[in-house]
């Protein structure tokens, strides 16, 4: 069964930084499995906010191009998410999603979700 636990989530000024840390586990081999990131603000649909897919691809949705940056660990089986410049508008719940394959296809491909951890940016 694989589970996911998110963390590093909390409450920073406009132009701070957070790193989110998802430790993933009963992922048999971590390539194989592409992984995410998604956001929801409340009274807001989810959003995707950024994936990373077996071979390291990585995709970004336009509003956090270049402050947004996810990476994995194989080894330790963790997904990062370095957030940079933060915005108001990116508060919202973070959750960290897997799904067993090793291309990212679409977001309701998603069969696994962490918890989340909530990131509060204020002006």
């Known amino acids: 069964q694989v589970q996911l636990v998110e963390s590093g989530g909390g409450s920073v000024q406009a132009g701070g930084s957070l790193r989110l840390s998802c430790v993933a586990s009963g992922i048999p081999y971590s390539p194989s499995y592409c992984m995410g990131w998604f956001r929801q603000a409340p009274g807001k649909e989810r959003e995707r906010v950024t994936t990373i897919n077996g071979a390291g691809y990585t995709a970004y949705t336009d509003s956090v191009k270049g402050r947004f940056t996810i990476s994995r660990d194989n080894v330790k089986n963790t997904l990062y998410l370095q957030m940079n410049s933060l915005k108001p508008e990116d508060t919202a719940m973070y959750y960290c999603?897997?799904?067993?394959?090793?291309?990212?296809?679409?977001?309701?491909?998603?069969?696994?979700w962490g918890q989340g951890t909530q990131v509060t940016v204020s002006s």
């Open positions: 999603a897997a799904r067993s394959s090793g291309i990212c296809g679409s977001s309701a491909d998603f069969g696994f």
